[in-house]
């Protein structure tokens, strides 16, 4: 496999707060790579780092070859870069089938639609097939029509993803998407990510403190402690390195 994401000598300081210190991350076309670690350990400033929430103070981040560090979030998630949040981001007031709908004619022109601004039509067959089958997949029919103000957490946070996998992403970058879902809604979400992977090469990034979930899903698991990658490799080999142990599960058993 090819690397998609290249992120080399990444380096992130908050005041007299170090991070990221030359940190290196790379995901290849396909590959589904868990990044955990103890709280304050740089999992979420490197998310950040990466979408573009945040700019490194050093560093390169490549993606399919391009240097994309200097780009605006919104020109990464057009070169193929989704994602979801940490805390859910919905738009109070529309209902789950819209929020499909809204992100499939975004896809489809990447600008919004001129009929759209203008009130006029509704949505193509094709659109409405779209919206139909990612409802399916998430296990959302029977609150398509429902306003996302009344889901429950879990059904908002599988919205979410249904709304960035709208997009067909080449990489998915996954904050947090088990938190406040229940085991079947959990099995699930793995079901999608399982899916989407191998049915449209989707590469995953997750970060994730659910080790099972996390176990299902990656490929390859990088764990930050402080800032640095103290160990990269398949989960069984990392959770077993002592490292790892003492930093994350606080033993070194």
């Known amino acids: ?8 000598g990444i380096s992130k300081s908050f005041g007299g707060v170090v991070a990221l210190s030359e940190l290196d991350f790379e995901v290849a076309a396909g590959e589904a790579v868990g990044i955990v670690g103890p709280n304050g350990a740089g999992k979420t400033t490197l998310f950040n780092c990466l979408l573009g929430v945040i700019p490194p103070d050093t560093g390169t981040v490549l993606f399919d070859g391009e240097r994309i560090d200097r780009l605006p979030v919104w020109r990464r998630s057009r070169l193929g870069i989704g994602r979801t949040f940490q805390r859910v981001e919905l738009f109070h007031g529309m209902t789950v089938a819209d929020h499909l709908l809204v992100a499939a004619q975004a896809r489809a022109t990447g600008r919004p639609h001129v009929r759209d601004l203008l009130r006029r039509g509704g949505p193509g067959e094709e659109e409405m097939a779209a919206v139909a ?20 957490l879990g059904h908002a946070r599988l919205v979410e993803l249904g709304r960035a996998l709208m997009a ?3 990489l998915l970058m996954l904050d947090e998407p088990s938190s406040g879902l229940d085991v079947r809604e959990t099995e699930r979400l793995a079901g999608i990510l399982d899916d989407v992977r191998h049915r449209q090469g989707t590469a995953v990034v997750l970060v994730e403190h659910d080790l099972e979930l996390v176990e299902e899903v990656v490929d390859r698991l990088c764990v930050l402690d402080f800032g640095k990658m103290i160990a990269v490799g398949s989960v069984d080999d990392v959770m077993a390195n002592a ?10 058993a």
């Open 243 to 252: 490292e790892v142990r003492r930093a994350y599960l606080g033993s070194s």
């Open 133 to 152: 089958s990612m409802l399916a997949l998430l296990g959302l029919e029977d609150v398509a029509d429902r306003p996302v103000d009344g889901l429950s």
């Open 168 to 170: 067909a992403p080449r």
């Open 1 to 8: 496999m090819s690397d998609l994401l290249v992120a080399r």
